[in-house]
């Protein structure tokens, strides 16, 4: 068979996946009758009633010299440890504002940092394509640094996300530009399971957030810049339990719902979404309106929950933070308007253990802690 014949072979095949993918696309579009703001406003539920106090900033974080990229909380006490271009990992106290470690990394080049569940690891990657733990209570050098406790090699692109599996720290998942995920035995430093790759249900582009689910930790999605979130199973590495559709852009972040039945997603076209785990469709869509000084819409950069799932706060490349109300797919709030607010692209936010408190990070070097007052209760 000729090169050509080939091509053209390819190209009828090519031709009839997407005829396929596209009258997926609208059987699917038929099933959706409704979504969730739609039926709660017919039940005559309204947003959840926010003013500009109930959510301040009680702290700002100084201490990185770089933008911020990432950060973590520990599960129970009150730390962060934060990530920054001027290749340092920072742990903080997030009550009293003080750094507790400052730790050079070896590649300055650093995208995502993980707490270990009980609090006394942290991991972190980025361009060298290696994930490296540290030890928090190994002994410091001369210079006051903490000595990397392992190295984890073998991701062939760069590491874009790195999050331990609940209730365990001697396992970490890293997602990675090389279109795969991986599994880790942190004390062996091998790999256990690869996520993708070779696999025809993986990733078709660089993979740039992960998410674990709490309520079931052998569950996890991953969201990528070929614009979909994939649902995966640690017990099944050949293959993607499902692939959920709707972003028209990079996926850059996935966060699961405090239920573990739902997650969230935030994309480069400017939309968060509300997907069903168990069904794959899409249950609402979270757009906000262009700026009136510009005609494009920002990208949502990183998503979180409140611990009641009621919230959904999302960062957005041009400083905003919105407080959505997930119910009526409203934005309640906008921290980013608010005073203290960041004056730079939110990159990164989480939510303390007990939800009580978000922290927001950002290319303007700084950290700041939000905290509900006045009479607002913890939602």
Request: glycine letters at 8%; charged letters at 20%; a neutral charge.
């Amino acid at each position: 068979m000729s090169v050509a014949e080939l091509k053209e072979k390819h190209a009828a095949a090519t031709a009839t996946v997407n005829s396929l993918r596209e009258r997926l696309k609208q059987r699917r579009q038929l099933l959706l009758d409704t979504d969730v703001a739609t039926y709660t406003k017919n039940q005559g539920r309204s947003p959840v009633n926010f003013s500009a106090t109930d959510l301040v900033c009680c702290r700002t974080l100084q201490g990185h010299t770089g933008k911020v990229y990432a950060l973590d909380w520990t599960p129970e006490k009150n730390w962060i440890v934060s990530a920054s271009q001027d290749g340092r990992l920072i742990v903080w106290n997030a009550l009293t504002s003080q750094k507790t470690h400052a730790i050079k990394l070896l590649c300055p080049w650093v995208m995502t940092c993980a707490f270990a569940p009980n609090g006394q690891s942290v991991a972190c990657g980025g361009l060298d394509s290696a994930c490296s733990v540290f030890n928090l209570s190994s002994q410091s050098d001369r210079d006051g640094n903490i000595p990397v406790s392992r190295i984890l090699t073998g991701h062939k692109g760069y590491i874009s996300c790195c999050q331990y599996v609940p209730d365990q720290e001697t396992r970490l998942i890293t997602s990675s530009g090389d279109q795969t995920c991986v599994l880790w035995d942190v004390t062996t430093g091998q790999r256990i399971s690869i996520f993708g790759g070779e696999f025809p249900s993986g990733h078709t582009a660089d993979v740039l957030s992960l998410s674990i689910s709490s309520t079931n930790p052998n569950m996890f999605v991953s969201g990528s810049c070929d614009s979909t979130v994939r649902l995966w199973d640690l017990r099944i590495a050949s293959r993607a339990v499902r692939t959920y559709h709707g972003h028209d852009g990079d996926v850059n972040s996935v966060r699961f719902f405090p239920d573990g039945l739902r997650f969230g997603s935030g994309s480069d076209d400017g939309t968060c979404r509300l997907f069903d785990m168990r069904t794959g469709h899409q249950l609402q869509v979270y757009a906000r309106q262009p700026d009136r000084n510009d005609d494009e819409i920002p990208t949502v950069t990183s998503v979180a929950f409140s611990i009641s799932g009621r919230l959904m706060f999302s960062g957005y490349s041009n400083g905003d933070c919105y407080v959505w109300d997930t119910l009526v797919a409203e934005v309640v709030q906008n921290l980013g308007t608010l005073q203290n607010s960041h004056e730079g692209r939110i990159s990164c936010l989480g939510l303390s253990g007990d939800g009580s408190a978000l922290c927001t990070g950002s290319y303007d070097k700084n950290l700041k802690i939000w905290a509900f007052g006045g009479q607002r209760k913890v939602i």
